[in-house]
């Protein structure tokens, strides 16, 4: 068990839906990640949360957003959902930005399967 | 973004049959880590390399980190079927807006028949 939690474990959906995905960090951990994870790309960062302020994006749709809220835990949206979203969705956290190698590793949640039909 | 090529892509093999998978980029790692990612888990990281040439050994997993920094291998002794997984190479990004965050290979899938 990393910490990380994420609800829901599974989601099925229409596509043209809207679904709110949620993770909550590792007590302590002030940053938090999202990543994508499909059969053909992989795992691929989306984006990175520290404290409550976006810090970097990475391949994240123009449909998608996320938020970190004063307790820390983040909220991943999924707009207007598309066949191809489907994938697992992760979040990870850490402890921060500064600091040796162990301020950096990041601890990935169980993920939440979302199925668009 | 650099792109870290992983071979092979899948692996299957008998219980006591020793591996190894690659993970490979055109430029130079700043660092880079190996993670394991079991069905329905999330990835966990089994080390991080830094130096090149550096070898790390977990038990019976086996880390080797090329000497220019652009290659590195994972070799298993003895596989058993606790090994079976996804096995991903990922180098962690320092530079600019993009500071921590990961870029991963494709991954290896492992499988180990008892």
């Known amino acids: 068990d990393s910490g990380v939690t994420q609800t829901p474990k599974h989601l099925i959906t229409a596509t043209g839906q809207r679904v709110t995905l949620r993770c909550s960090p590792r007590?302590?951990?002030?940053?938090v990640y999202w990543y994508q994870q499909s059969l053909d790309q992989g795992l691929q960062f989306l984006i990175h949360y520290y404290n409550g302020e976006e810090r970097a994006k990475g391949n994240i749709l123009e449909r998608f957003s996320a938020q970190q809220f004063p307790d820390l835990h983040s909220e991943l949206n999924l707009s207007s959902l598309e066949l191809g979203d489907s994938a697992l969705y992760f979040c990870?956290?850490?402890?921060?930005?500064?600091?040796?190698?162990?301020?950096?590793?990041?601890?990935f949640g169980p993920g939440t399967r979302l199925t668009v039909l | 973004t650099q792109l870290l090529e992983q071979s092979p892509q899948f692996l299957s093999i008998q219980e006591g049959e020793n591996l190894t998978v690659y993970c490979n980029s055109s430029?130079?790692?700043?660092?880079l880590q190996w993670y394991r990612q079991e069905p329905g888990e999330g990835p966990v990281l089994l080390v991080t390399?830094?130096?090149?040439?550096e070898v790390k050994k977990l038990k019976r997993l086996t880390f080797q980190f090329g000497d220019a920094r652009k290659d590195s291998s994972l070799h298993i002794t003895a596989a058993q079927p606790g090994d079976t997984g996804l096995y991903l190479c990922a180098e962690r990004g320092l530079r600019g807006g993009s500071n921590y965050k990961l870029t991963f290979g494709k991954g290896t899938l492992l499988t180990v028949n008892p």
């Open positions: 007590s302590g951990d002030l940053s």
């Open positions: 990870a956290s850490s402890v921060g930005l500064a600091g040796g190698s162990s301020y950096n590793e990041q601890f």
């Open positions: 390399v830094v130096t090149g040439g």
């Open positions: 430029s130079v790692f700043s660092s």
